[in-house]
DNA sequence: AATACTAGCAACCGCGTTTGT
DNA sequence: AACAAACGCGGTTGCTAGTAT
């Protein structure tokens, strides 16, 4: 037993809105308003169609002050820190973008921010070549071109994320890629079980004793392109797992130009761009562990989460 | 010029959540 | 408290226009 369908589909029409039908119901909500209840409201202006098709209708593109296209730098700079925080909660993501809709947000990320993000990432990491000098097995040993979930899409930007800030981190360390997939699986499990547990992914990182914390010799700056000397706290996980030694660069490499490509292959607006973003992460992730991406907008953007009543 | 392929987008569908009775 | 109806969200589908062969 199914649930009852909202609608007699027999008698709805489907498919494209003509200009008749928009300016039908455009017309009656400016006069009446939706009267909150979107199943009764088709039939009250005569439209064959399913209410929840109106409804989608107005929110999309009737409603006033709609945008389409021509997204900014800086939308782009929201949208994606957000998805790499909050995963695809599109209409949250929407709720930060005044005038965007969920679907044109969701759309936009699937078909060419996405893209532009990880494509240029899986460029530059298939060119490195392991500190063993062996090749990976096949094109893909560590390539996530087969990424399909947004745990993974997460993990993947985050990754392409830590190397600008980072090239020293493990992710540019040939050396640990061996282990990198049960690392994955690791991040991918609380990734899953955070986005399971809202209150998890909300709530402060856990307080780190000081035998859980590690360091690493370097900070790379991507906006000057300056090497730090302050030793920097990493991630507390990879010390758990074992990745204490290889992660604080006991077996780092001379880490070759290629590593920088991703910055060559960058115009200025580019690096400015991602001068912005890197920027937002140093400042809003300071007191969180390196990939607990969720500070990103406990600072700035607790209004994010009003929806689900929430404070920090 | 015709066909195949691809990308972008609008709309639909199913299901979890919220609200009303 | 329990149930049903409606809402809202995210994933998916299908159409269309543009591009490649």
């Given at each position: 037993?199914?649930?009852a369908p909202c609608c007699d589909k027999a008698n709805v029409k489907k498919g494209p809105w003509s200009p008749e039908e928009d300016f039908k119901l455009k017309s009656y909500i400016d006069q009446h308003g939706t009267g909150n209840n979107w199943i009764a409201l088709p039939q009250k202006i005569g439209l064959k169609r399913c209410g929840k098709s109106c409804r989608l209708r107005w929110l999309n593109y009737l409603r006033p002050?709609i ?34 809709t969920?679907n ?209």
């Open positions: 037993m199914g649930r002050n945008k389409h296209g021509g997204f900014t730098e800086e939308e782009d700079n929201i949208i994606c820190s957000l998805y790499i925080s909050i995963g695809s909660r599109w209409s949250i993501i929407a709720a930060q973008l005044p005038g965007r969920d044109d947000i969701k759309n936009y990320w699937n078909t060419r921010l996405k893209k532009k993000l990880l494509g240029r990432h899986r460029k530059s990491s298939s060119r490195r070549v392991p500190i063993t000098g062996q090749e990976p097995e096949g094109e893909d040993a560590f390539d996530l071109q087969n990424l399909s979930n947004s745990a993974l899409e997460r993990l993947q930007l985050h990754m392409q994320l830590q190397t600008l800030q980072n090239p020293f981190s493990l992710y540019n360390n040939p050396a640990l890629w061996p282990k990198l997939n049960h690392l994955q699986h690791m991040m991918i499990e609380t990734l899953d079980s955070l986005d399971q547990n809202p209150a998890l992914n909300l709530s402060a990182p856990p307080a780190l004793g000081q035998e859980d914390s590690i360091k690493i010799p370097f900070q790379f700056d991507p906006k000057s392109g300056d090497l730090g000397t302050e030793m920097v706290e990493q991630n507390p996980v990879l010390v758990n797992d074992g990745f204490a030694a290889a992660a604080a660069g006991e077996n780092l490499q001379t880490v070759g130009d290629d590593e920088f490509d991703c910055f060559k292959e960058m115009g200025s607006a580019g690096r400015e761009n991602f001068a912005w973003w890197c920027d937002e992460f140093e400042v809003k992730s300071t007191s969180s562990s390196s990939w607990d991406s969720t500070a990103v907008i406990h600072q700035s953007d607790d209004h994010v989460y009003g929806d689900y009543g929430m404070s920090f």
